[in-house]
């Protein structure tokens, strides 16, 4: 079994990993060091920022969920392209698990509707 094939990739890898710790390695001698109070501040899009937040200073963990969920989901639908293109060749088979799939992620977006993750109060 010849590793040969594999040198490319290795080499990249090396490439982009060598390119990574060169640029943050080189970041602090060739960044700006001109600091003044506009580049210190939160940018807030265009907005002055106030010391007190309107919503009372934290975040709701909605916004991560809502997020995760839409991660996860989207991934899981990006798995439904490669079958569609496959299709004719998969058969039967392919069909079966594509279902079983399918349901695994409906029962996934079933608990998380009824856990209340999709409401937004």
Known sequence: MSLAP???ILGLFALAAGFALFSVAAAPF????????????AY???IEP???????GRFPVKFYLTAMLFIVFDIEIIFLFPWAVNFGM???FGFVEMVLF????F???????RRG???WD
Do not use: M, S
Not at 30 to 41: C, E, H, I, T
Not at 50 to 56: D, E, L, S
Not at 102 to 105: A, D, G, L, P, S
């Open 30 to 41: 060739v960044g700006p060091r001109r600091f003044n109070k506009a580049k210190l501040d």
């Open 44 to 46: 807030e899009c265009g």
């Open 117 to 119: 993750g999709l409401d």
């Open 50 to 56: 106030t010391p007190q937040p309107i919503g009372g």
């Open 107 to 113: 029962v996934a977006f079933a608990y998380v509707w």
């Open 6 to 8: 594999y040198v490319p």
């Open 90 to 92: 998969l058969g039967l």
């Open 102 to 105: 399918i349901v695994t992620v």
